[in-house]
């Protein structure tokens, strides 16, 4: 059965030093919130432009290993493909020269794939938030939670659940309306992270992109009125939003009649093309073989990544798309 909890113990952190370690999206965000909750918190960071964001922001800013000395938790909140790095470089033998020590990743990447095995005197735990940093951020404004699953890798102290479940509150996901925490591990998080970004996402993409190149160029629709109806009304983001809060089916009686009869009947179009694709990225990410893919990509500096980015920014569809999110700005 699902384990849910909604409500964490934020006394286990009153007296512990918190390192957020990266000053990027996430790390700003939750920074800001575990210190509006009472927290004490202090920033990790390179000598870059989020460290100067840092120090506007009224932290105080070290450098990760003076940081990691100075704390008694620490959230890994860097991107995964320089996290071990980051970690074996300036956090492992900081913790090892403690007594205890909490550490918190936001992914389940790294611990899944044993590219980071930590002290063995630390708690590592997962709380990996279900949402962008801005949506986070929103939120919290509005005194609402939101979703986060959690992951216990190491439990030196015999209460590295309590700890994830306060860590959870603390950067105001549970302990509110709509908040939850559900119980999971590094392995599953990774495994259903990749898959969505292997599979619904660059397929919604897929579609985008083929749909606008058979209605413009086959049969001469407009690629501002294309991609008006495609994505920039943002039609399509109010009914991911329906989605989230009514279901999958159920959010389909806001659509005309012509709208439903038309997705239901044509879902079985797809659906055996698609489940292929989902089975072999499934089975790629499951064996390690895409984080091993991923391992030598990194290793090159990221040239294909960044080749197929440039390529794609120079389409047609790119093109005409600035186009009309100039003029809606306007």
Request: glycine fraction near 8%.
């Given at each position: ?20 370690i990266g ?22 960071n ?22 990691v ?84 890798a ?45 599979t ?31 994505y ?71 040239i ?26 306007e």
């Amino acid at each position: 059965m699902v384990e849910l909890f909604f409500d964490g113990d934020l006394s286990l952190l009153k007296d512990l030093t918190i390192a957020v370690i990266g000053y990027g999206n996430q790390g700003s965000v939750q920074a800001r919130i575990l210190r509006e909750n009472g927290l004490e918190v202090i920033v990790g960071n390179i000598r870059d432009e989020y460290w100067k964001k840092a120090e506007e922001d009224g932290f105080k800013v070290y450098e990760i290993k003076e940081a990691v000395r100075k704390a008694d938790v620490a959230l890994l909140l860097v991107p995964d493909e320089i996290a071990p790095e980051v970690y074996y470089g300036e956090i492992d033998e900081g913790i090892r020269r403690k007594n205890f020590f909490l550490l918190n990743f936001a992914s389940g990447y790294n611990i899944a794939y044993g590219l980071i095995k930590p002290a063995p005197n630390a708690d590592a735990v997962m709380v990996a938030p279900r949402m962008f940093a801005w949506g986070i951020l929103e939120r919290h404004r509005q005194g609402l939670g939101y979703p986060v699953l959690l992951g216990v890798a190491q439990n030196a102290s015999g209460k590295a659940w309590d700890y994830a479940l306060a860590l959870a509150k603390g950067i105001g996901a549970i302990g509110l309306p709509g908040g939850a925490a559900l119980k999971s591990s590094f392995e599953e998080e990774a495994f259903l992270d990749l898959l969505s970004e292997h599979t619904y996402i660059p397929l919604l993409i897929a579609s985008i992109m083929a749909y606008f190149e058979i209605a413009t160029k086959v049969y001469g629709a407009s690629p501002e009125a294309a991609i008006l109806e495609l994505y920039a009304s943002g039609e399509l983001a109010e009914q991911a939003k329906a989605m989230a809060s009514e279901g999958l089916i159920e959010q389909l009686k806001y659509h005309s009649r012509t709208s439903q009869y038309g997705q239901l009947t044509r879902i079985r179009r797809y659906y055996d093309i698609v489940k292929e694709v989902v089975e072999k990225e499934a089975e790629e990410i499951w064996s390690g073989e895409f984080a091993r893919e991923f391992a030598e990509e990194k290793a090159s500096q990221m040239i294909v990544m960044n080749r197929l980015k440039k390529i794609l920014q120079s389409s047609d569809l790119v093109t005409a798309e600035g186009r009309v999110l100039k003029a809606l700005r306007e």
